[in-house]
């Protein structure tokens, strides 16, 4: 079964740096991960995705800023967050999907989260 638990969320000042962690078990190789953020009052948006093939995929949010890598060894998905924005504070959520192979291969809606942790960025 799918596990994904959050870590490394905080408060940190406009500018600043944080490196968010996600533990993951039952998750294959096949499987997408992506980290996800919602503010109060907002739709949960996806920000960041590390697909079946090691490709990545950025919101144009967060693109030049956040960096999403995976370390199998440790069972490990991050979220290197950088130049931080006051917009940039919500929860973080991670995510996992399956695979769906129609005409091309690509990511199938995400169905298993963790808790989520809180990134808070202030003036």
């Known amino acids: 079964q799918v596990q994904l638990v959050e870590s490394g969320g905080g408060s940190v000042q406009a500018g600043g740096s944080l490196r968010l962690s996600c533990a993951f078990s039952?998750?294959?190789?096949?499987?997408?991960l992506a980290w996800f953020r919602q503010a109060p009052g907002k739709e949960r948006e996806q920000i960041a995705q590390f697909n079946w093939a090691g490709e990545t995929e950025y919101d144009k949010s967060v693109k030049g800023r956040f960096t999403i890598s995976k370390d199998n060894a440790k069972n490990t998905l991050y979220l290197e967050m950088n130049s931080l924005k006051p917009a940039d504070t919500a929860m973080y959520y991670c995510?996992?999907?399956?695979?769906?192979?129609?005409?091309?291969?690509?990511?199938?809606?995400?169905?298993?989260w963790g808790q989520g942790t809180q990134v808070t960025v202030s003036t």
């Open positions: 039952g998750v294959n190789n096949d499987y997408c």
């Open positions: 995510a996992a999907a399956t695979t769906w192979e129609g005409i091309w291969k690509h990511c199938d809606e995400y169905d298993h």
